[in-house]
């Protein structure tokens, strides 16, 4: 996720125990219908419309509407969300792997009809009254399990038999800027979930899920809750988003900074990242993927860097300096090699998550940035072009290409 200069680089409810009867569920205190987030009511702008409409997802939200009010309590409500939302992921997914029908005329490769479809979906729990009482918390319950089935986290599974590498994405961001824009690392991650890859040491079966750019869902510990489970059992991981323009980027270190950027909902936050046991925090995680192989490797048209810069406040300083070649001992981070955005942020939970497992000595994991996804020459009003697409579907390859050349260097025999 691009952090300018990488600076720019759920509702936290826990799904509950168990789903409530519908006994339980109609004696619930009733709440109002909540108001759409920023980030819902940029959907009815054209350009979500257009992107629905051309790739045959604007079916998503009415259907789904359609179920919702088909569900007579709670426990249905829930079985609807959870059916429906695994269904838009793999919907995304076969349409990006060329499974299923084109839907329109978009390329299979853009990530965007996922995104909004999933706000269609988000904003119709919101904003549902059933005829049943549906209390905030239950509500909130549905937002979470929502999100959490359509961005593939309850969909990771992996074959006995096989390698096994974790790799996120995220949803597009800075939308107020451009709303047409495409996040190149979720688009990865449509394309190479299920996907199996050729290894030095055999097959490997990657599995995927895409992260939103919201500092609060972070804060609530998505990142952690989808991945804890996960790390003891893969081989690799790697969390991408995207960077800096025309170049991938291999980020050796992660900073424990926020530096207030504004995500999708329009929130800025600033200060340390919060994570459990701040007390034993580190300022500092590292990349244990193998950079250099990577690096040397010929993956594809962008070239690719070992990025080692960070800007820290030196022990017993004042003042934020930039260093080209990574903190120095007993110094405060103030942006890691991702910068101090949420691209920063996954790489920093994710390896201190590695680290508190106790796998950094055998776990290759880190942070991979992709170039920015830009439109043609002259194009600042269709959602498409040819250039656009060359350039998407060049990164998602190059992506394949890095992390099977991390599996080779990085696997143990």
Do not use: C
């Amino acid at each position: 996720m691009h952090s300018l200069r990488v600076r720019i680089g759920m509702f936290g409810i826990a799904l509950l125990a168990g789903a409530l009867s519908p006994t339980a569920a109609q004696a619930a205190p009733a709440a109002p219908a909540l108001t759409p987030t920023v980030e819902e009511r940029r959907l009815d702008q054209a350009v979500p419309q257009e992107i629905l409409r051309r790739s045959g997802f604007d079916d998503v939200a009415p259907g789904f509407a359609r179920a919702l009010d088909g569900a007579h309590s709670y426990a249905e409500a829930r079985r609807t969300v959870v059916r429906q939302g695994s269904a838009l992921w793999r919907r995304a997914v076969d349409r990006a792997q060329g499974r299923g029908p084109l839907g329109g005329d978009l390329s299979r490769d853009d990530d965007r009809p996922l995104y909004w479809a999933r706000l269609g979906m988000t904003r119709d729990v919101r904003t549902w009254e059933p005829g049943f009482g549906l209390g905030e918390e239950r509500r909130g319950a549905l937002l979470d399990v929502l999100e959490r089935t359509s961005r593939g986290e309850t969909d990771i599974r992996y074959p006995g038999h096989l390698r096994r590498i974790l790799v996120t994405g995220f949803d597009p961001f800075t939308l107020d800027r451009d709303i047409r824009i495409s996040n190149p690392s979720g688009a990865s991650a449509l394309a190479l979930d299920g996907t199996v890859v050729r290894t030095a040491h055999g097959p490997a079966r990657i599995e995927t899920a895409v992260f939103p750019v919201r500092w609060d869902d972070f804060a609530a510990g998505t990142v952690e809750r989808t991945l804890r489970p996960y790390l003891p059992k893969v081989d690799l991981f790697t969390t991408v988003s995207q960077g800096r323009v025309g170049r991938f980027d291999v980020e050796r270190t992660n900073g424990a900074w926020r530096g207030g950027f504004a995500d999708n909902e329009n929130l800025s936050r600033t200060g340390t990242v919060p994570v459990a046991d701040p007390a034993s925090q580190p300022q500092w995680t590292t990349t244990t993927l193998p950079y250099t192989a990577i690096v040397a490797a010929r993956t594809g048209r962008f070239p690719v860097y070992d990025h080692t810069e960070v800007t820290e406040i030196p022990a017993g300083g004042t003042e934020a300096v930039v260093r080209a070649d990574g903190p120095t001992a007993g110094s405060t981070a103030r942006a890691g090699g991702g910068g101090d955005y949420l691209s920063n942020e996954i790489a920093y939970r994710a390896t201190l998550l590695r680290d508190r497992l106790g796998l950094r000595d055998r776990l290759p994991g880190g942070h991979v940035h992709t170039p920015v996804l830009r439109f043609g020459a002259g194009n600042t009003t269709e959602v498409t072009d040819p250039e656009f697409v060359r350039n998407r579907v060049d990164i998602i390859d190059q992506v394949r290409a890095i992390v099977t050349v991390a599996a080779d260097a990085g696997l143990r025999g």
